[in-house]
T-cell receptor, first 109, second 112 residues
């Protein structure tokens, strides 16, 4: 079957670093996406990985290990506006996204 | 550019009534999707369309129907609403293949 697992909730301090993990199992694999979703809003695209390794984009980085079915999103220099849910999604062989339930990130001052 | 729009923003519907949720995109994307999002669950795909004139069933299609008469519009119809269809509905679009999906602002539907 297809499945995406990620923690339900995490708490971090403003200015710190946080790593949100995701494990995935999809029928075929066409990459791993991360989206950000603020409360009451639509998801917005953050990153895409299809090859093993780290992709850096400003304060946000995403890592993929295909052999382990594992990804993480790393957020540096946390700001209060980073309080949101972070959604992990794997793309299967039919180019459909399989979504995790999301990780709610709470930032404390 | 508007991107992708949905209407209505929110709706309260009596059980047994029908309703169409509207979705329009101006990005000329081939693929469009309808998801529902419920607390504690990931986005679940209801129906999708890879190109105008074609549609497909997603993970949770029962009780919903779609049409794709042209590139821009992808309406979702609930023929006879039930309380379990209370949810937030998101429409999304993307270019074909491996591409990010762009989401509309969502429709919050309550079925009583």
């Amino acid at each position: 079957g297809q499945n995406i697992d990620q923690p339900t909730e995490m708490t971090a301090t403003e200015g710190a670093i946080v790593q949100i993990n995701c494990t995935y199992q999809t029928s075929g694999f066409n990459g791993l996406f991360w989206y950000q979703q603020h409360a009451g809003e639509a998801p917005t695209f953050l990153s895409y990985n299809v090859l093993d390794g780290l992709e850096e984009k400003g304060r946000f980085s995403s890592f993929l290990s295909r052999s382990k079915g594992y990804s993480y999103l790393l957020l540096k220099e946390l700001q209060m506006k980073d309080s949101a849910s972070y959604l992990c999604a794997g793309m299967d062989s039919n180019y459909q996204l399989i979504w995790g339930a999301g990780t709610k990130l709470i930032i404390k001052p | 550019t508007a991107g992708i729009t949905q209407a209505p923003t929110s709706q309260i519907l009596a059980a047994g009534r029908s309703m169409t949720l509207r979705c329009t995109q101006d990005m000329r994307h081939n693929a469009m999707y309808w998801y529902r999002q419920d607390l504690g669950l990931g986005l679940r795909l209801i129906h999708y369309s890879n190109t105008a004139g074609t549609t497909g069933k997603g993970e949770v299609p029962d009780g919903y129907s779609v049409s794709r008469a042209n590139t821009d519009d992808f309406p979702l119809t609930l023929a006879s609403a039930v309380p379990s269809q209370t949810s937030v509905y998101f429409c999304a679009s993307s270019d074909s293949g491996v591409n990010e999906q762009f989401f509309g602002p969502g429709t919050r539907l309550t079925v009583l």
